[in-house]
Nanobody
């Protein structure tokens, strides 16, 4: 199993970023995909989820209306489009899926929102 997160960076408030999650080594289309984030000194929190068939998405209240999760089942990739970024969005973002109760994680990508 390999999950590679990318797309993070340093941006100003109000900017946009698109995170990518490249997956291999498992049947991507069989699993819901999630994005989590963890800020310094805080617990890891669920940001967004997309179901395995892509028909449903859910979001944390703090990002709903600004972030969009999507997936490309041909490329075995998932994405998190983040618009109108705020300083409180600063965190390491991780792609995740769960199989039989075990969580698999990407290495994370740092997003820093600062003026």
């Amino acid at each position: 199993v390999r999950i590679v997160d990318s797309g993070g960076g340093l941006v100003q408030p109000g900017a946009s970023l698109r995170l990518s999650c490249a997956a291999s080594g498992f049947t991507f289309t069989s699993y819901h995909i999630k994005w989590y984030r963890q800020a310094v000194g805080k617990e890891r929190e669920l940001v967004a989820l997309i179901t395995k068939d892509g028909s449903n998405t859910t979001y944390a209240d703090s990002v709903r209306g600004r972030f969009t999760i999507s997936r490309d089942d041909v490329k075995f990739e998932a994405y998190l489009q983040m618009n109108n970024l705020k300083p409180e969005d600063t965190a390491v973002y991780y792609c995740n899926y769960r199989k039989l109760g075990y969580d698999y994680w990407g290495q994370g990508t740092q997003v820093t929102v600062s003026s």
